[in-house]
């Protein structure tokens, strides 16, 4: 151990005093051993975080000094032009924010630093709330948000408000980059289980492969398969949904079909029923 060779167990044979001290040390090794190998990974993921979000910082920030310096030599010469300029690097800017953001969550609540709220709430009136407070914009861009609870009653689940409406953020925003025509369509729907509550929420984009399919909730993992991206994000936001979901206590994957759309599923648990007490 004093040499860092954790992968060596102790052997327990001898005296009763004896086989408790190894059974203590053997226990503190297998500790160990844990401990560095999810270092090396956390590791290893912080790199690969730290590299991929440098890349895709590249691009707003080449944006930025573009407009700033076409701004500083008098290139956006009307009040039109320079009114263009700074809305685009106002933009730029708002990627970058939602870039780092999203990197600075999803370290977090990988190393488990990201602590959970849990509130027992009505899931078709905290479902429908959240629906509309994200209508609208996605209207402007021309695409029907619509949410549909199949619930004959009202059904309680334990979740962290604001962690789980990112979850539903991440989903419909991600929806709302694939959907190319002007016709855009997602919906939302409850779906009642025995001991839980179904969520698809699907679109009517330009659909996922099946082979890429189980690969989409990875890290910065793309559907177009390239670091340049017309559709931006970070590349975590789906990653950062599973994790949300999973630490709920439920489980999340994806059906998809070429030029249909796209469905994004999760199950949430329902709060049990208090059992009614025998009459006395």
Request: glycine share 8%.
């Amino acid at each position: 151990m004093e040499e860092g060779n954790l992968d060596i167990s102790f052997d327990k044979e001898g005296g009763k005093e004896f086989a408790v001290l190894c059974q203590k040390i053997e226990k503190m090794r297998l500790w160990l051993k844990t401990s560095i190998e999810e270092q090396k990974k956390a590791d290893i993921m912080t790199r690969e975080v730290v590299g991929n979000i440098s890349h895709d910082l590249k691009t707003p920030l080449t944006a930025i000094k573009g407009y700033a310096e076409g701004i500083l030599d008098g290139l956006a010469s009307t009040p039109e032009r320079i009114d263009k300029y700074a809305r685009t690097i106002y933009t730029k800017a708002v990627d970058m924010s939602g870039l780092v953001d999203e990197l600075a969550f999803f370290t977090k609540i990988n190393q488990k630093n990201v602590l959970y709220s849990f509130t027992k709430v009505d899931i078709s009136r905290y479902f429908s709330d959240s629906v509309s407070e994200l209508a609208l914009d996605l209207e402007l861009k021309g695409i029907h948000l619509i949410f549909q609870s199949y619930l004959a009653k009202p059904v309680q689940v334990m979740i962290d408000v604001e962690k789980m409406k990112r979850v539903i953020g991440n989903i419909i925003g991600n929806a709302a980059k694939y959907i190319r025509h002007n016709q855009g369509m997602i919906l939302v729907k409850l779906i009642d289980e025995n001991k839980s509550v179904l969520i698809r929420m699907e679109d009517n984009g330009e659909g996922i492969n099946e082979d890429e399919l189980p690969y989409i909730f990875d890290r910065f993992y793309r559907t177009d398969s390239s670091r340049n991206s017309t559709t931006g994000g970070s590349g975590l936001g789906l990653a950062i949904t599973k994790k949300i979901v999973e630490d709920h206590g439920g489980e999340i994957w994806a059906e998809s079909k070429i030029g249909v759309g796209t469905a994004i599923l999760f199950r949430l648990n329902k709060v049990k029923a208090p059992e009614k007490e025998e009459e006395q």
